[in-house]
């Protein structure tokens, strides 16, 4: 919201200064003057620290990715007791049964017509 009503105002100013009016913005200079403050920052800094910034966030959602799959992957189905397989749900009908309501399983396990 705050970067949305910035990217407006000096969207304001510039049409303004296009129509011949004055340069001079409180809040276009103010803005200035803080991302001035921050390249400074940034140069002074160099890369590494961003570097190692980045890693750690990459780092802790690996952990918490992995974290949600064990959590999920240990809770057990409630009708066979076993543990819940996300990517192959047990069959809720069993096995050799049709995957068709109503129709049966032959014999080759295909369903019949």
């Known amino acids: 919201m705050l970067a949305g009503g910035y990217v407006a105002w000096y969207g304001v100013c510039e049409l303004r200064l296009y129509a011949g009016g004055s ?3 409180p809040v276009v ?5 803080i991302q001035n403050a921050l390249a400074g920052w940034v140069d002074r800094l160099g890369p590494a620290p961003f570097a190692l910034a980045l890693l ?4 802790l959602a690996c952990v918490a990715t992995l974290l949600t799959r064990r ?3 240990s809770r057990t189905a409630p009708d066979r007791g ?3 397989d996300p990517v192959d749900p047990p069959d809720p009908v069993g096995p050799g049964a049709s ?7 032959s014999p080759d396990g295909r369903t019949s017509r």
């Open 99 to 105: 995957t068709v309501v109503g129709r049966p399983a």
């Open 56 to 59: 750690a966030l990459v780092a």
């Open 23 to 25: 340069a001079e913005d």
């Open 82 to 84: 076993g543990p819940v």
């Open 29 to 33: 200079t103010a803005a200035s003057g």
């Open 71 to 73: 959590r999920t992957c």
